[in-house]
Structure formats: structure tokens, C-alpha cells
């Protein structure tokens, strides 16, 4: 079963400009990390971002978590054509072999 | 070595056939884990692998479902009598910290 939910589910925007994403879930976790997938390939890991911290940037990437709303959010900066794909958080839950638990993700459109 | 390999990258099967995938994970990372994709969805968890033991598999790997890790090494997750609602992108992912590196996945399509 899905831990929690992707919003937007669909996003489309031009290049140049920012794309948030969000992610909720449900249960206690030991870090959550954020994956891209292109068109029917294998998921890539962009950023992890462990339960005790509340920000963290990885080139044009910022994740934020928010453990107390069990929310947390991708923001892609500067956006280009390449950045097309769909984003999928995962939640490694507390106790759980650091299995993933993953959203439904969310579908990015960059036009040039 | 470059990351998780997985073979076949296609698979087109009757239904009721027997298919039987293989991942080739980072040499050095101890944890294997499988996963499930359909069309429009994340991933789901099947089961996970710490060297050749496999310490937890999802109530969605049914008894048709089964895989192996021997010796710690690759990975194979064979399904016996395919089903049409087996049709997925089944993908290996191995770590040996925290992220995880993601093979580009098997696409079986049970016809």
C-alpha cells in the first residue's frame, strides 16, 4: 500500500521557472528521500533528508520536512526541459529493514 | 561496476507461463530489495534481501511469487501460472546505506 500522497499529481510549467512538489504520509520514519523517474525507466535518488532535519539543498534541489505534519516538500529551481518526469517521495519507515514506502508521485512538465 | 543490472529489460509472456527475472546488484551493498510498478503508480514493496537471507516479504507476493538471493550475490524473482494483473514493471533496487540505486526494471506484459 501507498504510505502517502504526492500533490500536485500533474504539473506543468515553462522553463525558467520554480516547481514545488509535496508529499504527505502516515507513519513514524527514519528519513525521506525524493526519486525521478523518466518515462518507463528506473527511478534515480536525488536527495535524502533524515527525520531530525528540516532542510537541506542539493544543487537547484530543496527538500523541506516537516515531521509534525508529516509533509514535506520538493522544490526544483530554475527549472528546464530536462527536468521532465515524474517525482516520487519515499518514506523509510521506522523499523522497517529502511524498506521505502512510496507516493503515487508527481507527473512535471517543463516546456521549453 | 556501474549500478544494479537487471535481465530481461522486456518480457512478453502467455498467461499461465512461468517467468523468471534477474538483478544484478552493487557488488558491495548487503541489501536487495524488490519492487513492483504499475502504470501511474509508485513503487510497491515485494520483499528484501539482507545478503541471502530474506528477512520480509509483502502479503503482495502471493505463493505464485518467489525469489532468491543466493549467496548474497544477484537476485532472481520467478512467477509461476502469470496472471494478466502480473503485468508490471518489476524493478531490483541495492543499497548499502541509506538511498537507494535503482535498476531500470523488468517490463513483463502477460498476454
Known amino acids: 500500500s501507498q504510505q502517502g500522497e504526492e500533490d500536485p499529481q500533474a504539473l506543468s510549467i515553462q522553463e525558467g521557472e520554480n516547481a514545488t512538489m509535496n508529499c504527505s504520509y502516515k507513519?513514524?520514519?527514519?528519513?525521506l528521500q525524493w526519486y525521478r523517474q523518466n518515462s518507463g525507466r528506473g527511478l534515480v535518488h536525488l536527495i535524502l533528508i533524515r527525520s531530525n532535519e528540516r532542510e537541506k539543498h542539493s544543487g537547484r534541489l530543496r527538500v523541506t520536512l516537516d515531521t509534525s505534519k508529516k509533509s514535506s516538500s520538493l522544490l526544483i529551481t530554475a527549472s528546464r526541459a530536462a527536468d521532465t518526469a515524474s517525482y516520487f517521495c519515499a518514506t523509510a519507515v521506522s523499523g522497517g529493514y529502511n524498506k521505502l514506502i512510496f507516493g503515487a508521485g508527481t507527473r512535471l512538465a517543463v516546456h521549453p | 561496476d556501474t549500478g544494479v543490472s537487471q535481465d530481461p529489460r522486456h518480457k512478453i509472456t502467455k498467461r499461465g507461463q512461468n517467468v523468471t527475472f534477474r538483478c544484478d546488484p552493487i557488488?558491495?551493498?548487503?541489501?536487495l530489495y524488490w519492487y513492483r510498478q504499475t502504470l501511474g503508480q509508485g513503487p510497491e514493496f515485494l520483499t528484501y534481501f539482507q545478503n541471502e537471507a530474506q528477512l520480509e516479504k509483502s502479503r503482495l507476493l502471493s505463493d505464485r511469487f518467489s525469489a532468491e538471493r543466493p549467496k548474497g550475490s544477484f537476485s532472481t524473482l520467478e512467477i509461476q501460472r502469470t496472471e494478466q494483473g502480473d503485468s508490471a514493471m518489476y524493478l531490483c533496487?541495492?543499497?548499502?546505506?541509506?538511498?537507494?540505486?535503482f535498476g531500470s526494471g523488468t517490463r513483463l506484459t502477460v498476454v
Open positions: 507513519t513514524s520514519i527514519n528519513n
Open positions: 533496487a541495492s543499497t548499502g546505506g541509506e538511498g537507494y540505486t
Open positions: 557488488s558491495e551493498h548487503n541489501r
